[in-house]
Nanobody, 119 residues
């Protein structure tokens, strides 16, 4: 059974930084992508950033230049370094693992970690 555990959320002032971590455990293919999604109150969940096993990254326009996604494949862990945070970044941040298995993609989600940007 695959489990994802996020950590690193909290309260930060505008312009501040936070680093989120997500550790995956269980058995899954190395053909995978790990992502960070976020969901603000009253809004739909949206992709913030993703990274493939090989290190190819993708970012939402709203976070480009401020957020950096990275991963440690030996630890099955993905990170999201968030700099110059804005109040609009306030959301619950979810980690997702998409892994290839027997011709299909399986999606696994973490429980989420709250990020609040406020003075």
């Amino acid at each position: 059974q695959v489990q994802l555990v996020e950590s690193g959320g909290g309260l930060v002032q505008p312009g501040g930084s936070l680093r989120l971590s997500c550790a995956a455990s269980g058995i899954f293919s190395s053909v995978n992508t790990m992502s960070w999604y976020r969901q603000a109150p009253g809004k739909e969940r949206e992709l913030a950033a993703s990274i493939t096993y090989g290190g190819t990254t993708n970012y939402a326009d709203s976070v480009k230049g401020r957020f950096t996604i990275s991963r440690d494949n030996a630890k099955n862990t993905v990170y999201l370094q968030m700099n110059n945070l804005k109040p609009d970044d306030t959301a619950v941040y979810y980690c997702k693992l998409r892994a290839f298995r027997s011709g299909v993609w399986d999606d696994y989600w973490g429980q989420g970690t709250q990020v609040t940007v406020s003075s």
